[in-house]
Nanobody
Framework: QLQLVESGGGLVQPGGSLRLSCAAS????????IGWFRQAPGKEREGVSCISSSGGNTNYADSVKGRFTISRDITKNTVYLQMNSLKPEDTGIYYCAGQGPGDCAVELGLYKYWGQGTQVTVSS
């Protein structure tokens, strides 16, 4: 079974950057498309970005395009989310999740395996 552990969250000022990591175990990353999701207080969980199992395709929510970049390191079995130009509305718990092989979409219902999340707070 795929297991995922997020790290890298923290407190950052508006305009700052953070890099989140999603370490996978149990299966190689090229078996799964991986997505990043976030949930702000009082709001529903929403999709942020995803990367296909081949690593060749990525998708982003409109709200983060041009600011966030998803990538992966197969040798470390880890997916990253580089977040730049952070805004207060980016605050929330960030989760990574795994779906089956193939292309990805940032749709909650597609993902079966979830990590525990890491808190990101953007505030001055």
């Amino acid at each position: 079974q795929l297991q995922l552990v997020e790290s890298g969250g923290g407190l950052v000022q508006p305009g700052g950057s953070l890099r989140l990591s999603c370490a996978a175990s149990g299966f190689p990353l090229d078996y799964y498309a991986i997505g990043w999701f976030r949930q702000a207080p009082g709001k529903e969980r929403e999709g942020v970005s995803c990367i296909s199992s081949s690593g060749g395709n990525t998708n982003y929510a409109d709200s983060v395009k041009g600011r966030f970049t998803i990538s992966r390191d197969i040798t470390k079995n880890t997916v990253y989310l580089q977040m730049n130009s952070l805004k207060p509305e980016d605050t929330g718990i960030y989760y990574c999740a795994g779906q089956g092989p193939g292309d990805c979409a940032v749709e909650l219902g597609l993902y079966k395996y979830w990590g525990q999340g890491t808190q990101v707070t953007v505030s001055s």
